[in-house]
């Protein structure tokens, strides 16, 4: 099983709102990522979660709020977004705990495309 | 800046048929370089990933090159098939496992 699980699919939020975005993988994979995607654009990493424990954040604004509550799960808090952070979200997940290529392998998820009005 | 340069931009080409894309990269570290095949809104999925020491590495229809050297990698596919229409990302990792660069892409559409 090499399944990254996200929901909801597609969300639609004002930006008054507060909502979460899931992410769930059973691999046993110790590392997990967020990222952001606009439409016709390379992903862009948001955060990155190692053993539970937040290891990257590449300036992310405040007003999304990750958090990894165990091993197999990972949230993306939302709260006051603004109308550009429109975008296709990805999870994704990796092996993680060394350098070996096995390990580092990121599998992606489908995705939550949101859409902030 | 580590930087990712996929061509062509996009692709339109027939059932049957056979095609090239190309990347290249100005990345250090380098560590690997993976392929990825993203359709429309949906997550990347991985077809191939090569450390420097690999020339080249096949999956089905799929084969990717690397040369290390002029930091230059392609990916061939062969016998297309509609279901092959898809964005196609290069990306680099650099040292960490973390970080990766992506290419912004080569779209490409198999048609009748």
């Known amino acids: 099983d090499t399944e990254v699980t996200q929901t909801p699919k597609h969300l639609v939020m004002g930006m008054t709102n507060k909502k979460s975005l899931k992410c769930e993988q059973h691999?046993?994979?110790?590392?997990m990522y967020w990222y952001k995607q606009k439409a016709k654009k390379p992903p862009e990493l948001m955060f990155v979660?190692?053993?539970?424990?937040?290891?990257i954040n590449e300036s992310v604004p405040s007003r999304f709020s990750p958090e990894c509550p165990n091993s197999s799960l990972l949230n993306l808090h939302l709260h006051a977004l603004q109308p550009e952070d429109s975008a296709l979200y990805l999870c994704?997940?990796?092996?993680?705990?060394?350098?070996?290529?096995?390990?580092?392998?990121?599998?992606f998820g489908a995705g939550t495309r949101l859409s902030v009005l | 800046k580590n930087q990712v340069e996929q061509s062509p931009q996009s692709l339109i080409i027939l059932e049957g048929k056979n095609c090239t894309l190309q990347c290249n990269y100005t990345v250090s570290p380098f560590s690997n370089l993976r392929w990825y095949k993203q359709d429309t809104g949906r997550g990347p999925v991985s077809l191939t990933i090569?450390?420097?020491?690999?020339n080249t590495k096949s999956n089905g229809r799929y084969t990717a090159t690397l040369d290390a050297d002029t930091k230059q990698s392609s990916l061939h596919i062969t016998a297309s098939q509609l279901s092959d229409s898809a964005s196609y990302i290069c990306?680099?990792?650099?040292?960490?496992?973390?970080?990766?660069?992506f290419g912004t892409g080569t779209r490409l559409q198999v048609t009748l």
């Open positions: 090569m450390t420097f020491s690999e």
């Open positions: 691999m046993g994979h110790r590392a």
């Open positions: 994704a997940s990796s092996q993680g705990g060394g350098s070996g290529l096995a390990k580092n392998i990121q599998y």
């Open positions: 979660y190692s053993y539970e424990k937040l290891s």
């Open positions: 990306v680099v990792q650099t040292g960490t496992a973390s970080k990766l660069t």
